[in-house]
């Protein structure tokens, strides 16, 4: 994936204010996989 056209687009959408969201493979080359957390976390015993 060109990361350089991917950033002048999102560059070119915050210069103009679109509202976007990122989904798929870029979302997921950008922000990385989601952690995954135990079932019982935040729960006290």
Known sequence: MN????????????REQVRYV??????LNLHGPARDFPRNAGTHT
Request: aromatic share 12%; proline share 0%; charged share 30%.
């Open 22 to 27: 990122l989904v798929g493979g870029v979302a």
């Open 3 to 14: 990361f350089d056209r991917v950033f002048e687009v999102l560059k070119a959408l915050e």
